[in-house]
């Protein structure tokens, strides 16, 4: 039995040591928000949170991961879908067919986390999830979009 730290609660799995986070997320807990496109890590649809960084859920086996570190999937991002990345793709109306959207999403989400005034060249260098719709440009938008609402919350509850 593996114990794994997800979207807050402590949970056992029993699989192979070898068996891919994102297989854990979807077969065993249900958390299909997070998604298989490529399965070896460059098109970023799994992408999760591990202790506040981006990382590719399809390459991460659960073997070398621990009860102390802290794993957040889309579902965990926020309780009622109102982080404020959430919100500005909402506004704009970010995706198309939606399936790279959750992965985007968390990528956009621990960017502002460790950057909350990005340019387009962090943007650019931090969200390098492909999304075969072609939604770069709103998604760049949508991230400014959040990290001035960002931004604003913070002086509005200084």
């Known amino acids: 039995?593996?114990?794994?730290?997800?979207?807050?609660?402590?949970?056992?799995?029993?699989?192979?040591?070898?068996?891919?986070?994102?297989?854990?997320?979807?077969?065993?807990?249900g958390l299909t928000g997070t998604k298989y496109a490529c399965g070896i890590g460059m098109c970023g649809s799994c992408t999760v949170h591990i202790n506040g960084k981006a990382v590719r859920a399809c390459t991460i086996p659960i073997s070398s991961l621990k009860p102390s570190q802290a794993i957040v999937t889309i579902?965990?991002?926020?309780?009622?879908?109102?982080?404020?990345?959430?919100?500005?793709?909402?506004?704009?109306?970010?995706?198309?067919c939606g399936y790279c959207q959750p992965g985007m999403i968390m990528s956009a989400a621990a960017l502002l986390h460790s950057n909350p005034t990005p340019s387009d060249a962090d943007i650019d260098n931090s969200v390098t999830n492909i999304c075969r719709c072609g939604t770069f440009n709103r998604v760049r938008q949508g991230i400014h979009i959040a990290a001035r609402n960002?931004?604003?919350?913070?002086?509005?509850?200084a």
Do not use: F
């Open 1 to 29: 039995m593996t114990k794994l730290n997800i979207n807050g609660k402590l949970v056992e799995i029993k699989a192979d040591d070898s068996t891919p986070l994102l297989w854990v997320l979807r077969e065993q807990l």
């Open 75 to 96: 579902e965990g991002l926020s309780a009622n879908g109102d982080h404020p990345v959430q919100l500005a793709w909402q506004e704009l109306d970010v995706p198309q």
């Open 150 to 157: 960002m931004a604003g919350n913070k002086r509005g509850n």
